[in-house]
C-alpha cells in the first residue's frame, strides 16, 4: 500500500439532490481512495492520497455550510492510515468547534479512539457497516476490516457513551446477506442500535471482476445466479427485499433508515 500527501482544491462537497441513506447535505473526505481492500468498493487502491491541506481547506471552506456534513460516504474515515496521522479526528475537532453537525460512515472500531469527541457533541452520529456476520466470509471480502461482530460491539460502546448510532447492511450482498438478515437485524437491537440503513450490493467496473473472481473461488455454485441478477445493471435487478426487512424491523423494534421514512 501506498500513501501520497496531496494539496487538493477543495474539500467540502455539496450533495446535489436528496441523501436517501444518510441524509447528508454536504460530503468531507479526508482521503482519496481506502486502504481496507473490500473486494467489492471502487474506493480499494493500491494507492491512497491524503488531504494534506484538508485544514486550511476546511477553516476556508466551512462557513457557507449548513447541515449535515458526511464523512466516510466515499472512503472510510477510520481506514487504516487514520491510526497514525489522525486527520479524521483533526476534522471532527473542528467540526465540532464550529457547531457543524456530522454522520460518520464507517467499518473500523478506531472510531472508538474517538468517543471523548463524539459523545460531548449533540450533533454528531456514527453508522457501523456490515454485510455479513459470517468471518470467514468477511475476511475474504473485506480484508482489513475488523471482524462484523466487533463492528456490532462499536454500536453498543457507542450507544453506551449516549451517542446516536445504527448499522448500515451495505453492501447488501444478494443471496448472501439474506440469510442472515434476521440475525442482523436482532443482534442490531441488542446493540442499542437507533437505526438500520441498507443499500444494495453495487457491481461496476474492476469491481465486478473482483467480485466475480471471489464467487468463482469461494461460492462458484453462485455464480450463474449473479451474472443474471447482474446481467442488465450494476445493480441487481428484480431483487428486493424491503418488506422483509421491514417485518424485521417490526419485530426487533429497530426503526428502517437514519431518519424515520
Ligand atoms: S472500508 Fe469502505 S471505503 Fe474502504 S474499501 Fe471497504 S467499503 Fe470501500
Redo the contacts with the bound molecule.
Keep these: 500500500m501506498k500513501y501520497r500527501w496531496v494539496r487538493f482544491k477543495s474539500i467540502v462537497e455539496r450533495i446535489v439532490g436528496e441523501d436517501r441513506l444518510f441524509s447528508g447535505k454536504f460530503i468531507i473526505d479526508p482521503y482519496q481512495k ?1 486502504d ?3 473486494i ?2 471502487d ?2 487502491e493500491d494507492t491512497v492520497f491524503i488531504k494534506s491541506n484538508a485544514m486550511d481547506l476546511i477553516e476556508r471552506e466551512l462557513d457557507g455550510v449548513d447541515g449535515l456534513i458526511v464523512l466516510g460516504s ?3 474515515p477510520y ?1 487504516r492510515i487514520e491510526k497514525k496521522i489522525g486527520l479524521t479526528r483533526k476534522i471532527i475537532s473542528k467540526l465540532i468547534e464550529k457547531g457543524k453537525p456530522f454522520h460518520l460512515l464507517t ?1 473500523s472500531d478506531l472510531v472508538l479512539r474517538d468517543k471523548d469527541l463524539i459523545s460531548s457533541y449533540d450533533g454528531a452520529s456514527v453508522t457501523i ?1 456490515i454485510s455479513t456476520l459470517d468471518e470467514k466470509i468477511s475476511k475474504f471480502l ?1 480484508p482489513f ?1 475488523p471482524p462484523p461482530p466487533k463492528r456490532v460491539e462499536v454500536v453498543k460502546k457507542l450507544r453506551l457513551e449516549g451517542i446516536n448510532a445504527g448499522i448500515a447492511i451495505m453492501p447488501f450482498i444478494p443471496n448472501l446477506t439474506d440469510k442472515e438478515v434476521e440475525e442482523i437485524l436482532k443482534i442490531t437491537a441488542a446493540s442499542g442500535a437507533n437505526y438500520i440503513i441498507y443499500e444494495y450490493l453495487e457491481l461496476k467496473g474492476t469491481c465486478r471482476d473482483r467480485f466475480f473472481e471471489f464467487l468463482r473461488k469461494h461460492l462458484p455454485t453462485c455464480v450463474d445466479k449473479y451474472e443474471k441478477l447482474y446481467m442488465e445493471s450494476y445493480k441487481p435487478v428484480g431483487y428486493d427485499v424491503k418488506e422483509r426487512i421491514k417485518r424485521a424491523c417490526v419485530k426487533y423494534n429497530l426503526r428502517m433508515g437514519f431518519k424515520d421514512e
Design positions: 481506502c481496507m481492500g473490500c467489492y468498493c474506493a480499494a466515499a472512503c472510510d481506514q467499518k457497516s473485506e476490516a
